[in-house]
């Protein structure tokens, strides 16, 4: 047998490895690999650092191109035509300080998160960071552990791997003294210890753990579609650009530093410059938001994964059920005397030093009998269904026992599976106890099993659950409940919370993958459901085309999770299950799913308005510069008229659009959503705005003609950006209606003020001209309102 190595890809299955005692490494032995550097100095999971915050936010295509535009303005014109400088700066600036502000909540988050591995030393168990593990340390391992740096098992008690994650393997791999751990893996049951031979970034998943851990940006519809629009608008800026420069530099022979600044005037709009900015902004506030709600978003995209999701598949234990359970019943079968059942049932108890949350209720309720020694155990696998346990009793006979699944002991006809079915329908859960007559390594030892009592089991409800399921029923989200339980008893849960439907046994679903998802599609509570089948029904929901979100905090959810679009994990689950998830909830609050889905649907609708006021600017200031060449002309604007323009119709009111709240369903297609709006938008734009510099063109002449042309000019652009700003804050609420016209208001405070206008180079000439281009913006805005109806019934989203 072989398994993955990091550098040579297999390894023996029973490496040397130097001895090391049971008591753990001493702390002279820790201080001194320390010092040797010998250290798993692997980065935890967390966000870029502040260098990288920085850099991403400062050393951008546009940041280069409206930086070098910058500089020449400096030097060849007035500081009113370098204010876009000064604007990118802030814009920046602000970038930065918000990723930064989303950098401390996630690592404050993480920290309170982090998953700290129990280590042997001078013979004492601790808890302590990964990072501080050494080459040698003994680690003891557990159900829902994840295997931090590769190593050598030392110690196994029914010891189960799941590797699945690293070699495709789905069987869990048994492990015993001597055979290979791989970190990236993770313990399914049993338990055991282990001796790290490999740490750091040696190890066999420490590669891809620090890159896949990363808080980052990638996987985004929404990121993905907003570079697509920066390609295009390159490739379109590009050319354009250098044929302005042509244009108004050698054919028109104008003053140079006039030529120059009118050059960078057409220029600098092309770039939709804060379009990134506020995304970024929007994730990191959105993460902000969620960090205050305890809720850590391991992966930017999440946020926005989980506002698109049509389906939520549902782990009952630990999402709708609280971890804890009471038992609240023991029915005898067969003649058992009830005291000696108590007695095994105790005894069972002690026998698993890692009992899950059923166990646990069964230690609470009985005894353990102490006369009992344990021999052999088989710790509980979601797999099996089953855990046991071989005992010498104090008269010194030897028996061997078994707690799980009834469905799972019993066979179809034994009469206590009617009973376990009434007991099912109330809600309750119930585990057979039942006595083997194989031993417990025999892979059949269920076979032929006597049962000898029946344990019932009382969940807890969560009080939030119902509320949440009735929140995602109203956004047209499915529910689906996939739990290991039995499927009446998983469906008298659901009921309570008002989840109807006839429980499945995922046993029966068909095999193959398309009827698998009608199945899925029609039915809405699934019990037996093994780790396994979880993955696949995750899968045969993504081949139909839904968006499927998974929640758990169990080990059995690991490979759901992973294959999911967004997983969610509770704070108190597996390791393994927050390892992999996209999203941890640290209170283990299923309320919070809402909160979540709100900041996705608030990111992504808001993104798609702001978007469409900026690339409406891209689309009016490339075919305005095609105009001007074909025209030989003048370029009408100097960079401050459309600085004030881009701050007043655009910056200003999108910085609160982006960061207001937003309710609507998340929907695809981006960019074709973005523009079907802003190619018309902008085409309107640039029509009248040259059409009303031709006519000032012909109106005004003499000594200060271009100014007076240039005000008519940037009057008539102004009124058509803010019509396109009056549809893109549709509908209306008292702030926005108070936004727009603050925004009118700015602008007529510049026309009015003395100081403002000399500043801003604006002065509107006689009044014939001034009206004629507000006729104009009139007219364009009933072409925009026309325009924007039919591109929605053209191209719908």
Not at 568 to 583: F, L, N
Not at 617 to 633: E, F, G, P, R
Not at 660 to 668: D, I, L, Q, T
Request: charged residues 20%; aromatic residues 6%.
């Amino acid at each position: 047998m072989t398994h993955l190595d990091a550098d040579t890809g297999l390894v023996p299955a029973h490496p040397a490895v130097s001895p090391t005692p049971t008591t753990g490494l001493t702390a002279a032995e820790v201080a001194e690999r320390v010092a040797r550097g010998q250290v798993n100095d692997v980065p935890a999971r967390s966000s870029r650092s502040t260098v990288d915050i920085v850099r991403a936010n400062v050393f951008t295509r546009f940041n280069a191109i409206i930086g070098v535009l910058w500089l020449v303005m400096l030097v060849v014109a007035p500081i009113q035509d370098s204010l876009f400088g000064f604007v990118i700066l802030a814009n920046t600036g602000i970038g930065i300080l918000q990723e930064w502000r989303a950098k401390k909540t996630l690592d404050s988050l993480a920290l309170i998160g982090e998953v700290r591995p129990t280590v042997r030393r001078d013979g004492a168990a601790a808890e302590i960071g990964t990072s501080e593990i050494v080459l040698d340390d003994l680690l003891e391992i557990g159900p829902g552990d994840k295997i931090a740096v590769d190593g050598v098992c030392v110690e196994a008690d029914g010891l189960e791997i799941d590797e699945s994650l690293l070699t495709g393997e789905a069987d869990p791999v048994v492990k015993r003294p001597g055979d290979p751990v791989l970190s990236g893996s993770f313990v399914v049951a049993g338990g055991g210890a282990f001796q790290a031979t490999k740490v750091g970034r040696e190890a066999y998943a420490a590669q891809l753990a620090e890159e896949a851990s990363r808080f980052t940006l990638v996987h985004s519809e929404l990121r993905s579609g907003i570079s697509t629009i920066l390609k295009y608008v390159t490739w379109m800026m590009v050319p354009t650009a250098i044929g302005l420069v042509v244009s108004q530099l050698v054919v028109e022979g104008d003053d140079l530093k006039d030529s120059v600044a009118r050059t960078v005037g057409g220029i600098v709009p092309m770039v939709p410059e804060g379009l990134v900015l506020l995304t970024s902004v929007a994730f990191a506030i959105g993460v902000i938001r969620l960090g205050r709600q305890r809720c850590l978003v391991q992966e930017l995209p999440a946020i926005e994964g989980l506002a698109r999701v049509d389906t939520v598949c549902l782990d009952k234990t630990g999402t709708l059920t609280e971890g804890g359970m009471d038992v609240t019943g023991l029915r005898v079968l067969d003649g058992h005397d009830e005291t000696y059942v108590r007695r095994v049932l105790g005894a069972l108890g002690e026998s698993d030093p890692r009992p899950n949350a059923s166990l646990r209720a069964v230690i609470d309720a009985y005894p353990d009998a102490e006369d009992w020694r344990c021999t052999e155990s088989l710790p509980f696998s979601s797999a099996r269904g089953y855990s046991g346990a071989a005992f010498g009793e104090g008269d010194g006979e030897t028996s061997t026992w078994l707690l799980g699944a009834p469905d799972v002991l019993l066979d179809e006809d034994d009469p206590a599976l009617a009973e376990t079915e009434l007991l099912n329908r109330q809600g309750l859960r119930v585990l057979l106890l039942a006595r083997a007559v194989r031993d417990l390594d025999d892979p059949e030892v269920a076979r032929d099993a006597a049962p000898a009592a029946l344990v019932v089991l009382e969940q807890r409800l969560r009080p939030d659950a119902a509320d949440t399921l009735r929140y995602f029923a109203e956004q047209g989200v499915a529910a689906k409940v996939v739990s290991g339980d039995n499927a009446v008893s998983v469906g008298a849960v659901a009921a309570k919370l008002g989840l109807g439907g006839d429980p499945v046994d995922a046993r029966r679903l068909p095999a193959d993958r398309e009827g698998m998802a009608r199945a899925l599609e029609r039915g809405t509570v699934f019990g037996r459901v093994t780790p396994q089948r979880k993955r696949d029904m995750v899968g045969a929901l993504q081949a139909r085309g839904h968006t499927v979100a998974m929640t758990g905090d169990g080990v059995n959810d690991v490979l759901a999770l992973k294959d999911a679009d967004i997983g969610v994990a509770m704070g108190s689950g597996a390791e393994a299950t927050r390892a992999v998830a996209q999203i941890v909830l640290l209170d283990n609050s299923f309320a919070t799913l809402p909160s979540v889905v709100a900041e996705g649907r608030r990111v992504i609708g808001n993104i798609t308005r702001v978007a469409t006021l900026f690339l409406v600017k891209t689309v009016y200031s490339v075919l305005l510069a095609l105009l001007v060449v074909c025209w030989q002309v003048e370029y009408p604007f100097l960079p401050r008229h459309l600085t004030l323009l881009s701050t007043l119709t655009i910056g200003v009111p999108a910085f609160f659009l982006a960061l207001a709240p937003n309710r609507e369903r998340a929907r695809p297609h981006f960019v074709r959503r973005v523009m079907r709006y802003a190619v018309p938008g902008g085409a309107v734009a640039a029509a009248a705005t040259f059409a009303t510099y031709l006519l000032a063109r012909h109106h005004y002449v003499g000594p200060g003609a271009l100014d007076a042309e240039t005000s008519a000019a940037t009057l008539t652009l102004f009124l058509v950006s803010m019509w396109v700003l009056v549809i893109v804050a549709r509908p209306y609420t008292w702030w926005r209606a108070a936004l727009v016209a603050a925004m009118g208001a700015g602008f007529l405070l510049v026309l009015v003020v003395p100081w403002l206008q000399e500043f801003f180079a604006l002065r509107l000439v006689g009044t014939v001209m001034p009206w004629l281009a507000v006729g104009v913006a009139a007219v364009a805005a009933a072409a925009l309102e026309f325009l924007w109806k039919w591109a929605g019934r053209r191209f719908p989203a």
